[in-house]
């Protein structure tokens, strides 16, 4: 295997570890709903003190393995617009996730799926940029 | 090949989005499960809440997105027009036979959780829970390769 196929492999598991963790922590949310609560709240806290922190090991694997690639790769470049709206919208969703978890942590149930949905957007609008790739 | 496989037409663009979509919301209901079964385990199947939770994400989450995993493979693939040495390559190979494979695996893993959820009700369930969260690490961990091979794309 050569570099670039581990720098892929890598940046996609990560972005799988991201997606992935994202879909079991709205599981989570669905199944602690007020109205029609499925897990109690200690078992909330220990489900999510796993997926939590495994949506930040994906967020940080896609920019270190992404920013890599475009570095290695030569038919990218850091400065390509979709490269830039792509970590433009990594800041917004690491801003959002670290902040929606921060607000679950506190009982703020409403204003952390306000702040998981915005996270959960702008994760999919990086996913549309890294399969449409306008403008490469 | 990977270059052969990186240069696609724009008509492939979201059968594709859809099959990565799937597969990533695949490996996130994998994971629900796995998690919330392996956590009730640990604490001897007395976190109900969670093995209920883990079960009912098996028909609920996990088929669902296996499901447009599937739909998005195979369209994207009608859509390529892939050539001969492509069609026959290991990492597409890989690919069809984990979700074939998978499918089967799948479709046990929600019987036992249907069954393990009636059984919930009188207090029993807990070996086919145990069953069913094995299944799904053993997914988790074939879906890693499976990620591997469709993107190194061996030959």
């Known amino acids: 295997m050569t570099l670039y196929d581990w720098l892929l492999f890598l940046h996609v598991l990560s972005a799988f570890v991201l997606v992935g963790a994202l879909t079991a922590l709205w599981g989570l949310v669905l199944s602690t709903r007020p109205s029609a609560p499925m897990l109690a709240a200690e078992e909330a806290m220990r489900f999510g003190r796993i997926a939590g922190p495994l949506v930040g090991v994906g967020t940080m694997g896609t920019l270190v393995f992404g920013i890599w690639l475009a570095l290695d790769v030569d038919r990218y470049h850091i400065w390509d617009a979709w490269i830039v709206a792509a970590l433009v919208l990594w800041a917004v969703a690491g801003g959002t996730g670290a902040r929606a978890g921060k607000a679950f942590a506190v009982g703020g149930r409403e204003a952390g799926v306000r702040l998981q949905a915005v996270n959960t957007v702008a994760v999919l609008a990086i996913l549309v940029l890294m399969i449409w790739k306008p403008g490469a | ?155």
């Open chain 2, 1 to 155: 090949m990977s270059v052969l496989a990186a240069i696609r037409g724009s008509s492939v663009n979201f059968p594709l989005f859809l099959h990565v979509l799937g597969a990533m919301l695949l490996v996130g209901t994998l994971l629900a499960v796995a998690t919330a079964l392996a956590l009730s385990w640990r604490r001897q199947w007395t976190a109900a809440g969670l093995t209920r939770f883990g079960l009912l994400a098996l028909p609920v989450g996990v088929v669902p997105a296996y499901i447009l995993m599937r739909i998005g493979a195979q369209w994207t693939e009608s859509r390529e027009h892939l050539p001969q040495p492509v069609v026959d390559a290991t990492w597409l190979g890989i690919g069809y036979l984990t979700a074939d494979a998978g499918a089967v695996v799948i479709l046990i893993a929600v019987v036992l959780a249907l069954i393990g959820l009636r059984k919930l009700r009188s207090g029993g369930g807990t070996r086919l829970a145990s069953a069913a969260g094995v299944l799904s690490v053993l997914l988790l961990a074939t879906y890693v390769v499976t990620v591997w091979a469709m993107t190194t794309k061996p030959d």
